[in-house]
């Protein structure tokens, strides 16, 4: 059963850079059959898609984000990290990690519907 | 970007009623890409459907997904305690990935 697990500080000051990793275990992260992505939820709010990524490294941002976000993979330990630069009280939030299905030609790439997630990390941005 | 608008925003049922929530897209959804979670407070959300209609694994039938172009629809045909819950819909047709508002429903 494919399991993931978001680990990280709880706590970023502002204009500093938030960073998590997402550890995927029972299954690989290497699959050509799937992304891997990251979503967040403000407390109290909804959700909102930050970026995916392919195993290959291809990565794929909402442009929202797109100039503030990095998402990386290492394939060796099954694992993909999310940075987030100069953060404000803004980007409190719920972050997940989950697989993307669904993968479908290039034109689509970075989409898909998420499941599994993780249970999701708490990052407070706060001085 | 697609914006995705639910309604109504909260819907209040009792248990074994049926339950009729709305995802109406900004423009049409290509292919029908179009998923619904359900998520309950303190927890990550859960695919209930993805396709606009294809359950995913372990959901219960009395979940059911319709719609094509910019009109879906989720149903619960027969509410038990442990679906009341926010419910979302994403659409993956295009990039960026985005989400409805969500739904809350509630016990009346």
């Known amino acids: 059963q494919l399991q993931l697990q978001e680990s990280g500080p709880g706590l970023v000051k502002p204009s500093e850079t938030l960073s998590l990793t997402c550890t995927v275990s029972g299954g690989s992260i290497s699959s050509s059959s799937y992304y891997w992505g990251w979503i967040r939820q403000p407390p109290g709010k909804g959700l909102e898609w930050i970026g995916s990524i392919y195993y290959s490294g291809s990565t794929y941002y909402n442009p929202s984000l797109k100039s503030r976000v990095t998402i990386s993979v290492d394939t060796s330990k099954n694992q993909f990290s999310l940075k987030l630069s100069s953060v404000t009280a803004a980007d409190t939030a719920v972050y997940y990690c989950a697989r993307l299905g669904g993968v479908r030609g290039i034109a689509a790439a970075g989409t898909g519907w998420f499941d599994p997630w993780g249970q999701g990390t708490l990052v407070t941005v706060s001085s | 970007e697609i914006v995705l608008t639910q309604s109504p925003g909260t819907l209040s049922l009792s248990p074994g009623e049926r339950a009729t929530l709305s995802c109406r897209a900004s423009?049409?959804?290509?292919?029908?890409?179009l998923a619904w979670y359900q998520q309950k407070p303190g927890q990550a959300p859960r695919l209930l459907i993805y396709?606009?209609?294809s359950r995913a694994t372990g959901i219960p039938d009395r979940f059911s997904g319709s719609g094509s172009g910019t009109d879906f629809t989720l149903t619960i045909s027969r509410l038990e305690p442990e679906d009341f819950a926010v419910y979302y819909c994403q659409q993956y047709g295009s990039s960026p990935n985005t989400f409805g508002q969500g739904t809350r429903l509630e016990i009346k």
């Open positions: 423009q049409s959804v290509s292919s029908s890409y």
């Open positions: 396709g606009a209609s």
